[in-house]
């Protein structure tokens, strides 16, 4: 993003600041994000998408709009596309499984509701690094 001899200084999802000379930022929300590189010179500034893979700890889908399904955030068809995702119940069965372009888990398995519980997922990129946890469905 920043190259040359140029003096930068950063800022994340404000293009106007505050800036930082560090390129290095800590607790970020996982999803997308502007990062905005200016030249201390003033010089311009320059701007980049990216991405900060996260795993929801629940979701509740009561049909309320909010948090109704479960899905791998900072995901969509231009990050971290062609991701998979499986879900399992506490005894190792799949239950549903999706990619990027997918809305994620409703909570159904052969439209029948999955009782609030704990549910583990695999999410495997591409280059088959593997991201393994759990959430909780809450009714």
């Known amino acids: 993003m920043a190259s040359g001899s140029g003096v930068y200084e950063y800022s994340i999802d404000q293009e106007l600041g505050p800036f930082q000379e560090s390129n290095i930022f800590e607790n970020i929300l996982p ?11 003033g010089c311009g500034v320059e701007e980049e998408m990216i991405s900060i893979l996260g795993f929801p700890r629940y979701f509740t889908p009561n049909e309320d709009g909010i ?19 499986k879900i ?11 990619n990027s372009t997918s809305f994620g888990w ?16 695999i999410a495997t990129l591409p280059d088959g690094k593997e991201y393994r946890g759990h959430f909780t469905l809450k009714r």
Do not use: C, M
């Open 88 to 98: 399992f119940n506490r005894f190792g069965k799949i239950l549903a499984q999706f």
């Open 106 to 121: 409703d909570g159904t398995y052969n439209g029948e509701k999955s009782p609030s519980s704990d549910y583990w997922f």
């Open 31 to 41: 999803g997308f994000h502007t990062v905005y590189v200016r030249d201390k010179n």
């Open 67 to 85: 948090h109704d399904t479960w899905q791998v955030l900072g995901v969509n068809s231009e990050f971290n596309k062609n991701i998979t995702i």
